[in-house]
């Protein structure tokens, strides 16, 4: 087996975790998050409960508001630093030099001595929307990553590499949609157990990316059905209550909602599990909907519970196991087809196909694609 090691900058969402952790499994892999305080203090954030593989060291680095942006200069050479510090400590252990992944284009000018063919840049979103006010300043680094850094760039949604891949023609062939993939936690162990019946279930942040008039719609139209939101409402759209903030609100005082609110990341796959259906609801002309690969597909997929979803591209991608609709009139229709299918025997015929699909496309599973990738480069 190839000495890889692997030091994963920027580990901070699970998804990412995921990979490093996966990663850790047969490579010695650093794990690294990063926040300013007031972020870090506002959202306590701690790695998840599973027991971490025997290679997977990682750790939490605090820095003043600005480190990233304003006062980037200021930080460089410590943060410089720590990185080749962390590199010489995966090559004493490997004796390779390791693959370092930069999921973000500001880490740039922190791996400025990196060698340019062990790097790697993991792309989640389109990250223009994140920062408008910053715009050119991303697409320049991405551009500088993209051509001239990284030996190959992994998109998490098939639309990001179609996007980079017309941007940056002449790395097409380097440029790979890597998708995110099934915590082995996520998949459903016991699909014998039934669903809560007539359930409707939404896992994820209740923000403006879900089409809350659809949603009131077909919830209000749907007294026997129970529809469930397991996610917390973002701080600054908590007390605006005009637009969809409004509607949201409305949808969340119907009488056949019930609201979990926001749960720690390893008590999510239960809820999946525990719906007779799971939705996507999302607005198909969001910009981030259309750039990205929500994490609901593969937590979805892997309850073995009937998938539904508007329109995103991404979900396209899957139409054995996610079946979308285009309006209200065709989410319930196809939510009223699924609870009733439930009850019949061959829905649990259909869950057992759905996990067989799901767990080849683990975490696990994905790191077998990544390396057979990196074997070819090296052997090149």
């Given amino acids: 087996m190839q000495n890889f090691s692997f030091l994963f900058l920027g580990a901070n969402s699970p998804w990412a975790y995921g990979l490093a952790e996966a990663l850790a499994q047969y490579h010695p892999t650093h794990a690294v998050q ?62 390779q030099n390791p693959w370092v992944i930069v999921p973000d284009p500001y880490f740039l000018p922190w791996v400025s001595k990196v060698p340019n ?8 979103d389109d990250y223009v929307f994140y920062r408008p006010n910053r ?82 719609q077909v919830i209000k139209a749907s007294p026997e059905i129970t529809f469930v939101f397991v996610g917390g ?19 969340l005082q119907l009488p056949n909602v019930r609201h979990i609110g926001q749960v720690p990341s390893d008590q999510v796959a239960k809820y999946y599990w525990s719906c007779a259906v799971n939705w996507i609801p999302y607005l198909i002309d969001h910009p981030f909907n259309k750039a990205s690969c929500p994490t609901k597909i593969m937590d979805g ?53 759905q996990l067989a699909f799901a767990r080849q496309q683990t975490w696990q599973s994905r790191t077998q694609t990544l390396e057979n990738w990196l074997w070819q480069l090296d052997s090149n």
């Fill in 34 to 95: 990063f926040y300013d305080w007031r972020t870090y203090y506002n959202l306590k954030p701690t790695w998840p409960g599973r027991i971490p593989p025997s290679l997977l060291n990682r750790s939490i680095h605090v820095l003043p508001p600005g480190y990233a942006g304003s006062l980037e200069n200021l930080f460089r050479f410590y943060l410089q630093g720590l990185i080749e510090d962390w590199c010489r400590q995966l090559e004493q252990i490997s004796g």
């Fill in 301 to 353: 997929i892997a309850s073995g519970r009937p998938l539904l979803s508007t329109k995103i591209p991404e979900c396209c991608l899957y139409p054995q196991w996610i079946n979308l609709f285009f309006s209200p009139e065709d989410a319930l229709a196809l939510i009223h087809q699924e609870l009733a299918a439930s009850e019949k025997p061959k829905a649990y015929e259909k869950s057992l196909e």
């Fill in 135 to 216: 715009k050119q300043k991303v697409l320049k680094q991405e551009k500088e990553l993209i051509e001239r850094r990284v030996t190959i760039t992994l998109c998490a949604s098939r639309s990001q590499q179609i996007t980079f891949q017309k941007r940056h023609p002449h790395k097409a062939s380097q440029i790979y949609h890597y998708p995110h993939g099934v915590v082995d936690t996520y998949l459903n162990h016991q699909p014998e157990n039934p669903p809560e019946p007539m359930t409707v279930g939404y896992v994820g942040t209740l923000g403006n990316r879900l089409d809350w008039a659809l949603i009131y």
């Fill in 117 to 124: 063919e062990r790097l790697i840049y993991y792309n989640f």
């Fill in 233 to 251: 409402l973002d701080e600054q759209e908590t007390f605006a209550q005009d637009g969809w903030q409004a509607t949201r609100h409305a949808v």
